[in-house]
């Protein structure tokens, strides 16, 4: 009978200690939440991104970020919903009071509950941004070595229109027109929606393969509209740019590069670590047998984790080269939801080329990535060289809405403080930056 008894309490304690080295277990399933960063914040919104690195012994459920005026918000609160599982995740805050300090943080569900990344804070822009207008103005720069351009302050959130203007300069690097950043900071996104228009960009400095010169730099802002300048020999046209260290990039939603003439130099555009870049209705020209290429899409590598450049567009463009270089040339990880077509291609000296992560593509190649389907090999021929009118419509086009329907004329012209001469697209949509 004891011994009965004793096994009994035995079995029993057994019993016990297995369901609590099971509840034990199952209460140790936890998750490695990381909140990442913050980021294109504006006035009432924000990008936040986070990630999910285990889910031992518990399948997350639910993850997102939770966000809140007082520090370590909980899912209790305003949060968003960004799927299941392990990985990294991008949330888009809406809602928020401009002016205001926010505290943001990943949070992930599994079966033994929920667990939260660090607490990080970001400030919405203020409502009341100031203006900054600056038109009609004549910049000439004789200094032959570094020269930070025309500086744009930028140390608040600022309404910014830069229009009607010239800049001249024979630097050998530096800038044109400064307005960005070319780093990570707290004056970044102080100029988005900044609108750049009607400028004249004309660099007469000695060709040689080590100038650095920027044209046109709207580093670590959104949304910029640059419509209407014409760049005359400038050795890096228009470059759009951000990233992090952690490899986040910016995204544009709005605005883009459009109906812009670029007139030899070392590449016309470049989308260098920031996503969602339009390049619609431009006319890129290399004749001076000194271009790199035309389009440069690639991540940006100044930053330890150079995430690439995804959600390019790029439509209804002239591109002419007298020699074979790349029209486009895009690294592989940027081919994310990137777009080309309607374009117009003509080389003097063969068919056109691209380049992907170093490697010459050809014409067949690019279009069987599905690059491209209703773009033209066809010979613009320009009336002349400097004003790069086409000698005829080139109906090619794709109808790409109202924001864009208004392009230069064959006609127009920079002259300081007027707007260039525009028309209206009718008809079929023309490509390149003149309309007839």
């Not at 990008?47 to 012994?57: E, K």
């Not at 630097?171 to 009607?198: C, F, H, K, W």
């Not at 063969?350 to 069987?368: C, K, L």
């Not at 007027?418 to 008809?427: K, L, V, Y």
Request: proline letters at 3%; hydrophobic letters at 35%; charged letters at 15%.
């Amino acid at each position: 009978m004891n011994r009965i008894l004793k096994l009994s309490i035995f079995g029993l304690f057994t019993i016990l200690f297995l369901l609590n080295f099971s509840s034990c277990n199952k209460k140790q399933a936890f998750s490695v939440v990381t909140t990442l960063d913050v980021s294109n914040i504006t006035q009432t919104t924000a990008l936040a991104r986070g990630s999910v690195t285990s889910d031992t012994n518990g399948d997350i459920t639910s993850r997102g970020i939770c966000w809140g005026t007082s520090a370590n918000p909980e899912v209790s609160g305003d949060k968003t919903t960004e799927g299941s599982g392990t990985g990294i995740f991008t949330s888009s805050i809406t809602g928020l009071t401009p002016g205001t300090k926010y505290h943001a943080r990943a949070y992930a569900v599994n079966d033994a509950g929920t667990f939260y990344g660090s607490d990080i804070h970001f400030t919405t822009h203020s409502a009341s941004n100031s203006t900054l207008t600056i038109e009609g103005t004549t910049t000439v720069d004789t200094r032959t070595g570094n020269w930070s351009g025309v500086d744009i302050k930028r140390d608040e959130p600022t309404n910014f229109t830069y229009r009607n203007n010239s800049i001249t300069s024979v630097n050998r690097e530096g800038y044109m027109l400064q307005a960005g950043d070319e780093s990570p900071g707290s004056y970044n996104n102080n100029l988005d929606g900044e609108v750049i228009t009607g400028n004249m960009f004309s660099w007469n400095g000695p060709i040689d393969p080590k100038i650095i010169t920027h044209g046109l730099f709207a580093g670590y802002n959104i949304n910029s509209t640059v419509k209407y300048n014409y760049l005359n020999n400038v050795p890096y046209g228009i470059i759009f740019k951000s990233g992090t260290d952690k490899g986040v990039n910016m995204t544009f939603t709005s605005g883009g590069c459009g109906y812009n003439i670029w007139r030899n130099g070392k590449f016309a555009g470049r989308a260098k670590g920031i996503n969602g870049v339009k390049f619609y209705n431009n006319t890129f020209y290399s004749g001076d047998g000194q271009g790199w290429y035309l389009l440069l899409i690639s991540g940006n590598m100044d930053r330890s984790v150079p995430a690439p450049s995804i959600g390019t567009k790029v439509f209804n463009n002239i591109f002419y080269t007298t020699i074979q270089i790349p029209m486009i040339k895009i690294e592989s990880g940027c081919l994310s939801d990137f777009e080309s077509d309607y374009n117009v291609f003509w080389c003097t000296a063969g068919e056109p080329v691209f380049n992907i992560d170093g490697a010459t593509v050809t014409w067949a190649q690019w279009r069987a990535r599905g690059y491209d389907a209703h773009s033209k090999i066809v010979n613009p021929d320009f009336t002349n060289t400097t004003d790069l009118v086409p000698a005829a419509r080139l109906d090619f086009g794709k109808d790409l809405g109202a924001e864009w329907r208004t392009g230069l004329s064959t006609t127009a012209t920079w002259v300081v403080g007027s707007s260039p001469e525009t028309r209206d697209q009718n008809g079929a949509w023309q490509v390149g930056a003149r309309l007839y």
